[in-house]
Structure formats: structure tokens, C-alpha cells
């Protein structure tokens, strides 16, 4: 309601107006000049203060840990964007008030002019496992530029992955041998067809049994896949729904095994005898190969009875320096000094002797987190296109937390992977315990789903004099030390066609095979202390 006071105040004025209309003309032309004057004078405001105005932020915000933060700082006062010119603005990350160094030893960062965007600047790649929470964007010297500035946060999260079984326990199967006319000798001494092998999972007491579907090349010329086994799949799917066994399918990804390159794809480079060569593995910048092993896990996912997706040598498996522009390119480091003069023969070469000589540890940690960083985004591509309806497992090679591959398994968790199997393979004793440190130190359980798991294979155990009770040993250690915080997720055991057919030195099948159950039934019972 309007206030009888003020209506008698409006009529009292509208009444002195119209007796003044000798005076309209006039009135007008005022109100349209001080409405002219207003808008100026507003507009003028408006103009100085987005002139003025400094703003410090990042692209998006939030971010997962196999990303790049990307940081921009923008202004329209042109003495300002001088004065950055001569000398660019250096930007930090804080957290909780302190600066945070990430990748490479880097602390500071200066931002650097984009002519596309009139922005400046800078990729702070994202520490390893860096903790969740928010991060602040601070201006090293702002100088006098006070209240005109605004920085805003940004965060890092963690993918939540798709849960898998309680104390889930797996077999594996990475054979070749055509599966229509396999002979398998079962537990008992019974020779079956390819039946058998599910009673050897049966056997061991395990919940799953993980199967290569795919590999490259296949027989015929410029095939992609090798096809024999391929009809198969939806047979041994069914025979394991029947069994009450969850199945997996898993593709060999960049590696292939044979020195015949398809023309399709880029392969990989190494150096030897200071030059580049060709190498069996196809390059993981070619985009082709992430398409073609995406394309053959969806035919899988479509299968009803399978129930797990998986992803093997999903890693640059050999060489690699194809890759070098690429990586000086993107991540925030400099090359040396007279690198563009050189040929890109001559870049590689420079590259690999550098890599060798690990002497710039710097160098060395830039290279490993900005490979594990291109793998997630391949892993990324894949799992959008086979979406959430089954979990997605990788398997990854354990040195130096799976870095030296070119993988990490928090980015792999946040790109997409489920469940992370380790393979703890290769190690005598003494590594095998530095890994179990190393692991436990690097992430807990909420951080990812390990599966651990230990080879089939005496001269991948050194040989050691006690064999499947060794093998026995360290997947129990594995079981119960890989975290500082509790227990694996779960335990695999790789794989079956080794232990029907591989070195298993002066024991037979079914000793490692019952090392094997001993560990499931150790895993199974959830902590009691082993004999």
C-alpha cells in the first residue's frame, strides 16, 4: 500500500504540472538530457571497473587428479597488460595458506600470453595423489593491485569406482592355444575339453575367471585381432553363468607380439645405436588403437554373461619417443637450450640419453606423471564409450608405484578403472619388499581398489628352492602390506595357462595350484594370521 502522506505529496505535484504547461516543452527536453547524463555516467562506472578488474582463476572447478589445472589471469586495463608483457606474472597454488609444490619440483609458474583467448596463462599439472579438498590461486608479486584482483579456488576430487566383491579373488587365463580343441587335465588327473579350466577355478575357490580376448596381430594380413578364439567368448561366458563364476574379457592394448606392424597404426620409437627405430608396440598418442580396443570390449560388454571389462598393456610398453615434442608441448617444463635447431632424430636421441642417465630427477618425474596422465585420458575415452554397466579393471606393472610404465593407479581410478590389478612380477625378495613399502605409503584403501596378484612361473621367483610355497608367500605379504591402512580389495592369481603349461621347474600343476587355494582361503577368512 502507498503511504497516504506520499500519494497526497504526488498529487499535490502532478497538479502543479499541469497548471505549468507552458513550461512542458521544456521539463522534457531536462528529464531526456539527465537520463542521457545517467547512462553515461553509469556506462563510464561500469567501463573503469571492468577495465580495472584483475581476475586470477582456473578453467573449471574441479579437477581430477590425471588432469592439468588450467590457469588463467585476465584484465582489460591496458597499462596492466604492458606492464605483465615486460615482466609475466608468476602464480602459486596454496593450500590451507601454504604454497603447494607439485610435479617436477614446480612451485611457481609464470603465465604466459594466449593471443587467442588476450588471457595469460598456465597448466599446474596435478600432484600425485594429491589430497581432495580445495585449492587456492595466489598472484606471487599482485603489486598494487589490491582489491582488484579476485582469485577463485578450485578443488580436486576422486572418482568414486564401482565396487567389486568382498574379498574378490581371481584366475586368469592369457592364452593363445586355440580353446575349441584344447585338452585341459583337470584337479583330479581327468583330461576334458576346455571345460576343464573351469574346474580349476572351481578348485582354487575363486570368484572370477579374467580371460584375453583380444590381441594384435591376428593371422590373416592387416588383421587387427587375432579371431579364432573370438567365437568362443560367448561359450565360456555361458559355461562360467552356469558355474555361478563371475567372467572377465580383457585386450592387450599398445603391446602386440609380433615385429609384423600393421599399416593402420603409428608405432612407437626406441633408440638404438643412436637412432630412432620402429618398435612392436603401437604409440599411445595414435588414436586409432584406443578406437579399435574400444570397439572389441563393447562387442564383449554386449555379451550378457560377461561381467567384467579389462585392459591390459594399457601403457607404453616399448619406447616411446615419438612422444618428446608432444611432452615438451604440454607440460610446463622447458627443453634445453638449441632444441629447436636440432632434427626430430636428434631431439629423441638427446631425449633417451637424458632419460638414461637419470640425473635430472625433475626431468624423470615430469616425463613419468605426464605419460600416466596421456594413458588415463585414453582410459577416459574408453570407459565413456562402454559406460557404467560393468566394471572395468587394468592391469598394472608395480615398479615405482606403476610411474616407471607410464601408469598410476589414482589417475586410473579417476579416469575410469574399477579395480587396479598389480602385477607383482619380476622381483627377487628384496624388491618385492621395497614395493610393499613403497605401495603401502602411497595409497589407502579409500584412495583406489587394488587387486594384487603374483605369477605362475618358477624363473619369475628366481628359482627359489621352496617354489609354490614362495609364490604362496608373497601373495600373502602382497594381500596384507600393499596398504599401511588395511587389506587388498582382492587377490589374482596369473595365470592358467602357466600353470598347466608353463616353467614351473620340479613341481607339477597342481602344487602351485593348491598354493594357490591356500592363499583364497587365507584372503577368504579375512586376516588370520597365516602359517
Sequence with gaps: MIDARLLARIRKCVSSFMKSQHRKKGLKVFAALAVLYAIAFSGETLWRRRTRAVVLEPSKSSYFHYEFIEIRLSSRDPALRRRWRQSPPKVVVTRGGQPVTTIASIREMALQPDESTGMWSARWPCPWNAPTGVYELKLVEPGDLGERLTARPFS??????????????????ESVRPLRTMKVRTPDGEIKDWRGLFDWVEYIGADAFWVLAGRTPGDRPQE??????????????????RRGIKFGVYV?????????????????LDVQDGRPVPTRAISIRDPRRAEDVGALLERMRDIPEVDYLGLDYIRNPLGGYELVDDFYR????????????????ERMVYFV????????????????WWRAHRVAGIVRGIK??????????????TWDKGWHHGQDPVMMNDAGVDADALMLYEADESQFAAMMRDWSRYVRKDDVQLIVGDVIDWNLHQKHPEGPKEFYRRTVEAINKIHADGMATGVFFHDLDRALWGRLGPWDSRAWMDEARRAVQYFKASGVVAR
Excluded at 355 to 360: G, V
Design 252 to 268: 592387450m592394448c599398445y603391446l602386440t607380439l609380433s615385429s609384423d606392424r600393421l599399416s593402420r597404426y603409428e608405432y612407437a
Design 224 to 241: 587387427v585381432w587375432l579371431s579364432h578364439n573370438l567365437p568362443m567368448i560367448p561359450e565360456l561366458a555361458k559355461e562360467s553363468r
Design 384 to 397: 565413456a564409450r562402454l559406460g557404467d554397466s560393468k566394471p572395468l579393471w587394468a592391469f598394472t606393472l
Design 330 to 345: 604440454e607440460m610446463p617444463v622447458s627443453p634445453p637450450p638449441g632444441w629447436d635447431k636440432l632434427s626430430r632424430e
Design 353 to 368: 640419453r637424458k632419460k638414461i642417465m637419470r640425473l635430472d630427477r625433475d626431468f624423470i618425474d615430469a616425463w613419468q
Design 156 to 173: 580436486i576430487r576422486r572418482r568414486k569406482p564401482k565396487p567389486v566383491p568382498h574379498r574378490f579373488a581371481v584366475l586368469t587365463l
